[in-house]
């Protein structure tokens, strides 16, 4: 079994621990046993062997490959050093080599006694020696020896100096691998040549290993997945006896959050295999000792090789019949970019003839990275599909809600009829003028109309024009210049620069002043415009769809309206006709009205019942879809029921077609009379009815208040 060397070629070999019961020498046999102890050889600031000392017994190191630590480097003698139990304790002395053996930096003339954590130095390799295996640490910074060069790692470093030259796997890291090539064990130094030959072939093999692993896990859905395919790879890889996988448990899995990241109980077996051999028998996998486990998973935890295990409590656990039968065994911590611990592969053998080598913990700990870049990968892509579902979701919500506002219900011809144009009109860049009267969903077209078409995903902008006075309508459609007038304090973006790219719909825009008209008609015709107080042109590309309640044609032969702009205006126009002309769209509007208050206000009225329904229909519906919105709103909130019934709707009786109080409204009105007159008497007789409280006024009317004032003005002024 080899280790990588430490020195430069001239001076390089290996090291090699072999397996099963250290071997008793001839010219001592201990009187009585000690504690044991461990051997721990390091490896670019990790562990890259542990092994186990056992009394009463004795190690002997040197280049011979029948020792039980073979040193293969020129500078080692064929015996080097011995380590042996005697009463006092665990002793080392040097065999009669010519370059020395040290401890701890000092060279030994005479047996010396092993102190916990003492640096055993052998022809420029450095092994710990220590009595628990927990306590092992970095090798420490001593001088060189003759022949020895900076390469030498354990001789010339620190080991926080190091760890990140060789914290990965040489398997995949070419450029070490190549100043620092594998040596088979047992290999003559005459030898040295086929051995790298052979070392070269089985890099290439592991290699290959490794990409068709990093291929598979790349499809991989899931870690349990990524997981089985690892422990697959290692199965035709490894000769092992069983191997288990761990994972860290998630926050929602800890019982506390005391529990420190080395804790060994903060680790999850996932996954195990066993070996296809029936002579073994089949026992389930044994979790490895928590003292192991910890050193590996710990803040500084490494991976680490183990043998001469069996009988180590400290290592490995209990099989079924109560022995520890484990000869070596393969720890390895999963982690990721961070350094942060995902999890641990864990490899056993039981087999004397089966020992692990440093080979296979590099192959390991290859294994281990990859697993790890699998992982993280897997959980930042469960990060985005849960990202993303949480985003479908919202957009279903978010769907649902603007559905209520642009699906347009109704079976009526008259419906479709809208429907049809809005399919035709949609797709290009047309200017539309939708009329209709107040309520009846103008603002819905216009939404229809932009989402339907290729500038959907630009704004829609929408603004009433009788809401505002010239000045602040002209300011609001173009923008204003900080100190363009009084109050402006800032610059401001108009409408048009908001709808850039997207569709502007315009309410009302008949009350347009016609100094503004000019303006604006100039910017339908694709020209520039400027804001006010400000020189510089802006050109910008928005779709135009305007809405009105009044007749343009009549306003134009009034004077009231530029006849250029209205040619302008109605390219297509779509009449949408009052709620009253519909039908039977009462209904379905209704019933698609009160499935929306069920659903925002947690309500189950399921039914509307048939008095409602005959209620609903004989109504003259003033207000349109927007009364009758508010009528059906109105009968949930008030409704601790499952039905609505008449008596829940709230209608204006003098609205109502059929009715004698309706006839009596009208009797005493002459026939000749205009549309306007018979709205002002109407207007007049309803807040006399809610004596003077315009906002109830307006809900009875089915009106905006806005549009209740700007009727009372208009009013007045032509009284």
């Given at each position: 079994m080899t280790l990588p060397p430490h020195g430069d070629d001239s001076a390089s070999g290996s090291l090699s621990m072999n397996g099963g019961a250290a071997r008793k020498h001839d010219a001592f046999v201990p009187a009585g046993g000690i504690d044991g102890g461990y051997l721990v050889t390091q490896s670019a600031g990790r562990w890259s062997d542990v092994f186990r000392l056992s009394a009463p017994a004795q190690v002997i190191l040197g280049r011979s490959s029948t020792n039980d630590i073979a040193i293969r480097s020129e500078r080692a003698s064929r015996q080097h050093a011995r380590v042996w139990s005697s009463p006092e304790g665990w002793m080392i002395e040097d065999l009669g080599s010519r370059n020395g053996t040290f401890v701890s930096g000092r060279r030994i003339d005479s047996p010396t006694k092993l102190a916990d954590g003492d640096k055993i130095e052998i022809a420029g390799y450095s092994l710990q020696f220590v009595?628990?295996?927990?306590?092992?640490?970095?090798?420490?910074a001593s001088p060189l020896p003759a022949g020895a060069t900076e390469d030498h790692l354990t001789l010339a470093m620190e080991a926080a100096?190091?760890?990140?030259?060789?914290?990965?796997?040489?398997?995949?890291?070419?450029?070490?691998?190549?100043?620092?090539?594998?040596r088979a064990a047992g290999k003559d130094a005459g030898a040295k040549d086929a051995g790298a030959k052979d070392a070269s072939a089985e890099t290439e093999t592991a290699r290959a290993t490794l990409l068709q692993l990093a291929f598979e896990l790349a499809g991989a859905e899931s870690a349990a997945q990524a997981i089985e395919l690892v422990l697959d790879r290692l199965a035709a890889s490894i000769p092992f006896r069983s191997?288990?996988?761990f994972v860290v448990k998630t926050k929602s899995q800890k019982s506390s959050g005391n529990t420190s990241a080395a804790d060994s109980s903060n680790l999850v077996l996932v996954a195990t295999r066993h070996a296809n051999d029936s002579a073994l028998g089949s026992s389930s996998y044994r979790r490895p000792a928590d003292t192991a486990i910890a050193s590996v998973i710990g803040p500084d935890g490494q991976a680490i090789l183990a043998r001469n295990v069996a009988g180590d409590r400290t290592l490995a656990t209990e099989n079924s019949r109560g022995e520890i039968d484990?000869?070596?065994?393969?720890?390895?911590?999963?982690?990721?970019?961070?350094?942060?611990?995902?999890?641990?592969?864990?490899?056993?053998?039981t087999d004397k003839e089966t020992v692990f080598s440093p080979r296979d913990l590099e192959f390991v700990l290859a294994v281990a990275e990859i697993l790890a870049e699998s992982l993280r990968n897997l959980r930042v892509r469960g990060k985005l599909d849960r990202s993303l579902r949480r985003s479908q979701r919202q957009i279903q919500t978010l769907q649902k809600q603007i559905g209520g506002k642009v699906q347009i219900v109704g079976q009526s011809d008259a419906v479709r009829d809208i429907i049809e144009k809005i399919a035709l009109v949609a797709p290009t860049n047309a200017t539309v003028l939708v009329r209709g009267e107040s309520g009846v969903g103008?603002?819905?077209?216009?939404?229809?109309?932009?989402?339907?078409?290729?500038?959907?995903?630009?704004?829609?902008?929408?603004?009433?024009c009788a809401a505002l006075s010239p000045s602040l309508l002209e300011s609001e459609l173009f923008g204003h210049e900080k100190g363009a007038f009084t109050g402006a304090t800032d610059r401001k973006q108009g409408k048009f620069e908001a709808a850039d790219g997207g569709t502007l719909m315009l309410d009302e825009i008949g009350e347009m002043d016609a100094e503004i008209q000019a303006k604006f008609l100039r910017v339908l015709e694709g020209h520039p415009f400027e804001r006010v107080g400000g020189q510089s042109p802006i050109k910008v590309d928005v779709r135009v769809v305007a809405a009105t309640n009044r007749d343009l044609q009549a306003m134009v032969a009034e004077?009231?309206?530029?006849?250029?702009?209205?040619?302008?205006?109605?390219?297509?126009?779509?009449?949408?006709?009052?709620?009253?002309?519909?039908?039977s769209d009462i209904l379905l509007l209704a019933e698609h009205f009160l499935a929306q208050f069920n659903e925002q206000m947690g309500r189950r009225i399921t039914t509307i019942t048939e008095p409602a329904r005959r209620m609903l229909l004989d109504y003259r519906w003033p207000g349109n879809i927007r009364e009758l919105r508010n009528v059906i709103e109105r009968a949930v909130v008030l409704n601790a029921g499952t039905t609505i019934d008449a008596e829940h709707l709230l209608l204006t009786p003098a609205m109502s077609a059929g009715?004698?109080?309706?006839?009596?409204?009208?009797?005493?009105?002459?026939v000749e009379i205009s549309l306007a007159d018979l709205e002002r008497s109407h207007i007049e007789r309803v807040l006399r009815h809610t004596d003077g409280n315009k906002s109830r006024a307006a809900s009875i009317l089915g009106i905006e208040r806005s549009t209740l004032d700007r009727k009372l003005k208009k009013f007045n002024r032509e009284s």
């Open positions: 009595h628990q295996i927990q306590s092992a640490e970095g090798p420490a100096s190091i760890t990140d030259r060789r914290a990965k796997s040489e398997y995949l890291h070419r450029d070490l691998l190549e100043t620092k090539p594998f191997a288990g996988a484990a000869v070596s065994m393969i720890l390895a911590p999963v982690k990721d970019r961070e350094e942060k611990v995902l999890g641990m592969l864990h490899l056993l053998t103008k603002e819905l077209v216009a939404s229809a109309i932009h989402h339907a078409s290729g500038r959907a995903s630009a704004p829609l902008v929408c603004m009433n004077g009231k309206f530029r006849q250029d702009l209205f040619y302008r205006l109605h390219v297509v126009e779509i009449l949408v006709p009052p709620l009253r002309s519909r039908g009715k004698g109080d309706a006839d009596s409204a009208t009797a005493n009105s002459p």
